[in-house]
Structure formats: C-alpha cells, structure tokens
C-alpha cells in the first residue's frame, strides 16, 4: 500500500511525466515568443511579465505585435479577448467539478487552465478527488514553468536570433494537438464534432472572422450533441432524458 | 504603459479561464448543456490545429506535397493506429523538419 505522502508524489510525477510532450512541443514557441518580445523592443521586465502573468500563447504573440505596432489599448484588449474567448467553455466544461474547491485550489487550477491542460482532463473522472486534483495542479503548472522557461530563453537570446515569426514553428503545436484528439474520436458524434469544427475552422478563417475559432467550434459542438440525441434516440427508440 | 496594457491583458486571460469556476456565478448546467460541452475539447482541440495545417498567410493550401499537410496527414495516421504522442509528434515532426530543409 502507498502512504497518502507517497501517492501524492506519485501523483505530481504522473502529471509531469503526462504534461512533458506538450512541455517539449511549445519550446519552440516559447522561444519564438520571448524573442520577438525582445525584437519588438520590450524592456526585459515587460517581455518577463507576458508569459508570466499573461500566460497565453497566440493571444500572447499577437498582443506583442499589436503592442510594437502601437495599436490603440482597446483594440490590442479586444483581441486578446476574442483569441482567449474559448476558455470560457473550459471554465463551464469544469465548472461542476471545481466549483466545489475551496478559492485557493480554484483559483490556481484556473490559472493554468490552458488548451493543454483542458486536453488532459476530458476524462468523466478527471480531477475528482483529491490525488486527481493534484495530478492536475502539477500537470497545469509544469506546463506553466516550462512556457515560462522556453520564453525566457528566448528573451536571452532574443537580440541573436532571426525573426522566427515565419518559420512554421507552429506546427509543433499542430501535431500535439492531433495526437491529443485523434484517440479521442472513439463515437460516431466526436467524428462529427471534430469533422464540422475543423471545416468550420479552415472557411472562417479564410474569410477572415475575428470569432473564428470559438464560432467553429460551438457549431462542431453542436453537430456532435445533435448527432448524439439522434444516434441514442435511433438505437433506443426513447426520448433524452 | 507597456506595463498597464501587460497588467490589464493579464485581467482578461485569467478572468476567460477563471470566471465559469466560479461558485456564486449564477451558472447552472442541465443535463443537456454538459453532453453539448462533453465536446468542447476535441471541437476547440480541432479549430486550432486544423487552420495552422491548411491556412498560410489568408490562402487555402491543401497541396498533399506541401510539408503542414503531409506531415499532419502523417500525424493523423500515426496517432489513429498507435495512439501514442511520442510517435505521432516524434515521426511528423521529422517529416515536417526534413522537408523543411530538403525543398
């Protein structure tokens, strides 16, 4: 039997060892981030602060070109809050099981509730519990560490870099992301989901929607929901309950 | 001022996180709204990547031959016969690099 010490131990390798791909796949973006902040005449301080408290990825390179750009305040505000719109649905994704949390684990958990981190707690069991809960603070915030690292990497070797903003360093992130959902379309309607949201993607994007992201993937959503009522009313012959 | 757009970006990034988790918003969630948000994280998963792969600089490209689309359509197959991250980001990683260097 494991002692409730050694299992919480456990627990925090678990989310390290779970978190370490999509800690390795952002190094690149981490670094292209942190020097284009430099590249883009940030103080070290500022260039720090973004991955540290602002902790974003495409939200945070944008708002570094908007920022250099002297874009106006609500426009560079706005942005941000379009491009960071859909982790509004992690929150109600999550609501029922952290509502419960006393504030400070709430409040952490919501931090560095990221894209990568919401990909690794889809499970119905995810973060019930407290061992869960811990796998999850650690998974969560050895990403956070490891964004903030590769960042300043690149703020150290922002001045001798090229401009990486064209390499397609972005791919990394890309592949992450299909290894991520791929094993998960295991249902007719998470193949719908996804199918819809990824054409859905590429058209919005194409015509140049600002809400392109969380409009594509609420219809996705939606497609798959619907898919779901009919698939279960077609086998079972009853109605949702 | 730099550092006030900094702070106030800070505010929306973690109030887009944090807001739905919290207890007194006055949120609740029927049986209907969970299995419609049960897909949130293969369908937001998906409209990330899938523009990165076929949308560069505002045109469509889905030329099998240009290195975002062959090596995703490596990754999907990897990732849809061995399930595994490592391979899947490890093996189109390197088609992606490789052609990068080599074309």
């Not at chain 1, 540290?52 to 809050?81: D, S």
């Not at chain 1, 609501?95 to 919401?118: I, M, S, Y």
């Not at chain 2, 049986?31 to 948000?37: D, E, G, Q, W, Y």
């Not at chain 2, 949308?55 to 995703?72: I, K, M, R, T």
């Amino acid at each position: 039997m494991l002692t409730k010490k050694q299992a919480t131990i456990k627990m925090i390798q678990k989310g390290i060892i779970d978190m370490l791909p999509l800690n390795l796949a952002v190094i690149p973006w981490g670094i292209l981030c942190g020097s284009l902040a430099i590249q883009r005449d940030f103080t070290v301080l500022e260039a720090l602060l973004m991955p540290m408290i602002v902790f974003a990825g495409a939200a945070q390179l944008v708002a570094t070109e908007l920022i250099a750009e002297n874009a106006p305040l609500l426009t560079i505000l706005f942005t941000v809050f379009i491009i960071s719109s859909r982790h509004f649905l992690y929150g109600l994704a999550l609501r029922q099981k952290l509502k419960v949390l006393p504030l400070k684990k709430r409040v952490a958990l919501g931090f560095v509730l990221t894209d990568e981190l919401f990909a690794l707690s889809t499970d119905k069991k995810s973060l019930k519990g407290k061992l869960r809960l811990t796998y999850g603070v650690s998974a969560g915030f050895s990403f956070y560490f490891s964004w903030l690292f590769f960042n300043i990497v690149g703020i150290v070797a922002g001045a001798y870099l090229p401009d990486l903003t064209t390499l397609g360093l972005d791919f990394a992130i890309a592949v992450t992301f299909i290894a991520l959902v791929i094993p998960t379309i295991t249902s007719l309607p998470v193949l719908v989901a996804v199918c819809v949201s990824g054409v859905l993607s590429v058209v919005l994007k194409l015509m140049g929607w600002e809400l392109d992201l969380v409009i594509a993937s609420l219809v996705g959503m939606y497609s798959g929901y619907l898919t779901l009522r009919f698939t279960n009313q077609n086998q079972l012959n009853e109605p949702e309950k | 001022m730099t550092l006030l757009t900094i702070v106030l970006l800070a505010v929306i990034t973690f109030t887009t996180r944090y807001l739905f988790l919290h207890p007194s918003l006055p949120v609740k969630l029927g049986p209907k709204m969970v299995s419609f948000l049960n897909f949130s994280a293969p369908a937001v998963l998906t409209a990330i990547w899938v523009p990165i792969i076929f949308v560069h600089e505002g045109e469509l490209n889905v030329n099998p031959l240009n290195p975002f689309v062959l090596s995703a359509t490596i990754a999907v197959i990897i990732s849809a016969k061995t399930k595994n991250i490592y391979w899947t980001v490890g093996v189109s990683l390197a088609v992606f690099v490789a052609m990068k260097f080599f074309l």
